[in-house]
């Protein structure tokens, strides 16, 4: 038998081998650049975007938003059911868009809830969802075979063109002895995927994921295991929901999805919502359970595995006691209904919110919130059927939020950077204003010695003042002879004390000439006598005199000039 995927791989290995000389310097580097960011920014960015769980119905929508504390605990931050006003009877959600946009954009108000980021669930009745087995490729061969649209044109047989379809896929098993691997397909109508975005946008927020309702009930069933520390198989996990709107049984075994749609009519759709009759519930039941056990049987037989216990999720307000008949006939199955808030922290002012005798109602929507948006790759090998997203531009969103969270980064690391030299300035700042204070230490003291040293300076050069002049005028004394300091030192005490020399010339033998300044008249007199009573000076007479001028009020001293004659000796 030919292959039908000889051409398929040869083209993804001609196609790979043509690609990974040229290409592969420059991944190497792109992914040590993201590893490096990535790295450095930290353990909220591993944790990716914040989002709120929106699960849209023909009567309600209900919104949830969780996060964890410091005790790694998780916490019901946000919870509100709004009932949808003005639904026709037996309107859907798609059928009616603009009545659920406003009613979601009035719900966002009275939630008071600020996250734009919204995961939405579809219902299961509009996805596709299979797990093909395919020949073993690596993750580039496969790119290339999805990109040429050969590999679901081959693998998976849909009706309608494959453009038409959004498609998420995960490889969950890969079987090296085998040459095969397992893929989970999971695909919708893209027309049905932009209704339910158009619904989201026009309330307010952006749709970054869309999940499929089965998968965001399996995320909420983990999670409250996770929580609890549930001795539950973690490979095995059965889901049944039933209810007026969709009714299947969900086996997860090793990460493969079975889901088996539960058929009923639309006259027990009305039994399961009006009626009270007891023959008419009991015949519902026996078809109702007569699919369950053929779908737990047909996994046992296929897998060898035993099936216990079934989660069950309800929107009806009587399900307990269908639950009861259930057990009655399925004796060995257990039907459990899951309460999706268990061990989950509520805060005060929201556990009215969430009092509700069935809780298992909103469990896509708890599901839903324990999503985070994953911008960076960190879940990329976290089971398949928890990662789930529909959303058709889902790469370029990607793309711009981790563009947007990398220029955050960068932009909080120049702050940082600009902050941690301002830091450095500040410090050499006071560091130095202190240096500088412990100089000052001790100033006022400073101040006063100064001003004591200058007195003393001011005191001592008014002195040395006075030796200089006294050594100017006994340098212009000429003499080799003994006499000539004798009438030196006789002219010298007959100064009086209101006159002063300016200067004294000697001509060697018998003249001495004195100009100097004094007060008044009888200072020069005084100074006449004194010199004419001297031994060594014959006569002494006034040779000169220059009268005072007046200088900004101020008197100023006679000057005059003496003519002393000496003794012969």
């Known amino acids: 038998m030919k292959n039908p995927f000889g051409n398929l791989f040869k083209k993804a290995q001609k196609t790979g081998d043509a690609i990974a000389p040229d290409t592969g310097s420059k991944i190497k580097k792109k992914g040590f650049l993201e590893n490096f960011l990535k790295n450095r920014m930290g353990k909220k960015a591993a944790q990716g975007e914040d989002v709120v769980g929106v699960e849209l119905t023909p009567t309600e929508i209900r919104l949830a938003q969780l996060a964890s504390n410091k005790s790694n605990q998780w916490v019901l931050e946000k919870f509100f059911v709004?009932?949808?006003?003005?639904?026709?009877?037996?309107?859907?959600?798609?059928?009616?868009?603009?009545?659920?946009?406003?009613?979601?954009?009035?719900?966002?108000?009275r939630s008071k809830i600020t996250t734009t980021n919204a995961a939405i669930a579809i219902p299961v009745t509009s996805a596709i969802i299979r797990v093909v087995t395919a020949p073993l490729m690596s993750d580039e061969e496969l790119k290339v075979a999805i990109e040429s649209d050969s590999l679901w044109e081959n693998l998976v047989q849909l009706t309608d063109n494959l453009k038409d379809y959004s498609i998420f896929h995960q490889v969950i098993n890969r079987d090296d002895k085998a040459n095969t691997m397992d893929i989970l397909f999971v695909a919708s109508k893209l027309s049905d995927?932009?209704?339910?975005?158009?619904?989201?946008?026009?309330?307010?927020?952006?749709?970054?994921?869309?999940?499929?309702?089965?998968?965001?009930?399996?995320?909420?069933?983990?999670?409250?295991?996770?929580?609890?520390?549930?001795?539950?198989?973690?490979?095995?996990?059965?889901?049944?929901?039933?209810?007026?709107?969709?009714?299947?049984?969900?086996?997860?075994?090793?990460?493969?999805?079975?889901?088996?749609?539960?058929?009923?009519?639309?006259?027990?759709?009305?039994?399961?919502?009006?009626?009270?009759?007891?023959?008419?519930?009991?015949?519902?039941?026996?078809?109702?359970?007569?699919?369950?056990?053929?779908?737990?049987?047909?996994?046992?037989?296929?897998?060898?595995?035993?099936?216990?216990?079934?989660?069950?999720?309800?929107?009806?307000?009587?399900?307990?006691?269908?639950?009861?008949?259930?057990?009655?006939?399925?004796?060995?199955?257990?039907?459990?209904?899951?309460?999706?808030?268990?061990?989950?922290?509520?805060?005060?002012?929201?556990?009215?919110?969430?009092?509700?005798?069935n809780k298992s109602y909103f469990a896509s929507v708890i599901g839903l919130a324990f999503r985070k948006l994953d911008v960076f790759g960190y879940f990329k090998f976290v089971t398949a059927v928890k990662n789930i997203n529909l959303l058709p531009n889902r790469d370029n969103m990607i793309a711009q939020k981790k563009a947007k969270a990398y220029s955050n980064?960068?932009?909080?690391?120049?702050?940082?950077?600009?902050?941690?030299?301002?830091?450095?300035?500040?410090?050499?700042?006071?560091?130095?204003?202190?240096?500088?204070?412990?100089?000052?230490?001790?100033?006022?003291?400073?101040?006063?010695?100064?001003?004591?040293?200058?007195?003393?300076?001011?005191?001592?050069?008014k002195e040395l003042g006075k030796i200089k002049k006294s050594l100017d005028l006994s340098r212009s004394i000429v003499s080799n002879k003994s006499s000539s300091f004798r009438v030196l030192a006789q002219v010298a005490s007959s100064v009086p004390k209101r006159v002063r020399f300016n200067s004294v010339e000697y001509n060697g033998s018998d003249l001495i000439i004195i100009e100097g300044e004094a007060y008044s008249d009888q200072d020069i007199l005084k100074l006449i006598d004194n010199l004419n009573g001297k031994k060594l000076i014959a006569q002494a007479s006034l040779a000169s005199m220059s009268l005072p001028s007046q200088e900004a009020g101020k008197i100023t001293m006679k000057g005059f000039r003496i003519a002393c004659v000496l003794e012969k000796s």
């Open 409 to 461: 980064f960068a932009f909080k690391g120049v702050v940082g950077v600009v902050a941690a030299i301002y830091i450095l300035l500040f410090g050499f700042a006071f560091w130095q204003i202190n240096t500088l204070n412990q100089k000052l230490t001790g100033y006022d003291q400073v101040v006063t010695d100064h001003e004591l040293k200058t007195l003393e300076k001011n005191k001592v050069a």
């Open 193 to 357: 995927i932009n209704s339910y975005t158009s619904i989201i946008k026009k309330g307010g927020l952006n749709a970054v994921i869309i999940d499929v309702k089965c998968f965001a009930l399996k995320s909420a069933v983990d999670q409250i295991n996770q929580i609890s520390g549930s001795i539950e198989d973690v490979n095995l996990t059965a889901i049944l929901e039933f209810g007026l709107d969709e009714n299947y049984v969900m086996i997860l075994y090793e990460n493969n999805p079975i889901i088996t749609d539960i058929f009923i009519r639309g006259a027990d759709r009305n039994t399961l919502q009006l009626s009270d009759n007891q023959e008419e519930m009991d015949a519902l039941v026996r078809r109702y359970t007569t699919q369950v056990k053929q779908a737990i049987q047909d996994f046992e037989t296929k897998y060898e595995k035993r099936i216990r216990n079934l989660k069950v999720v309800s929107n009806l307000t009587n399900v307990d006691t269908y639950l009861e008949r259930f057990r009655k006939n399925l004796v060995n199955t257990g039907f459990n209904l899951f309460d999706p808030i268990k061990d989950i922290k509520v805060p005060a002012q929201l556990e009215e919110n969430v009092n509700y005798q």
């Open 82 to 109: 709004h009932k949808v006003e003005g639904m026709p009877d037996g309107g859907s959600v798609l059928d009616n868009r603009d009545l659920i946009g406003q009613q979601l954009q009035v719900a966002l108000q």
